[in-house]
């Protein structure tokens, strides 16, 4: 564990955190997916339009569908 308390090896967060510095200043284009539930709220994920499927494992992000806002309405 190399001195993390939380359980995550240090030098993957290092890693990681390199990695998105290094894209910090790219653009890049998002693609969405959104999965329809009966009982629980919708979720939707957000992905790289361009990603491998080595990093598409961990470059996303997903919440409620209610929690991602038009970007017209929000300008």
């Known amino acids: 564990m190399n001195g993390s308390t939380g359980g995550y090896d240090d030098r993957s967060i290092q890693q990681r955190l390199a990695t ?3 894209y910090a200043s ?5 693609e969405s997916v959104v999965v329809r539930y009966e009982n ?3 979720r ?3 992905v790289p ?3 491998s499927e080595t990093d598409l494992v961990t ?3 997903s ?3 209610d929690a991602f806002v ?4 929000s300008r």
């Open 26 to 30: 790219d653009e890049f284009d998002l």
């Open 63 to 65: 919440a409620d569908a």
């Open 70 to 73: 038009d970007l017209e309405d």
């Open 40 to 42: 629980r709220a919708n």
């Open 49 to 51: 339009r361009e990603c």
């Open 20 to 22: 998105a510095t290094q």
């Open 59 to 61: 470059t996303w992000l």
């Open 44 to 46: 939707c994920t957000v």
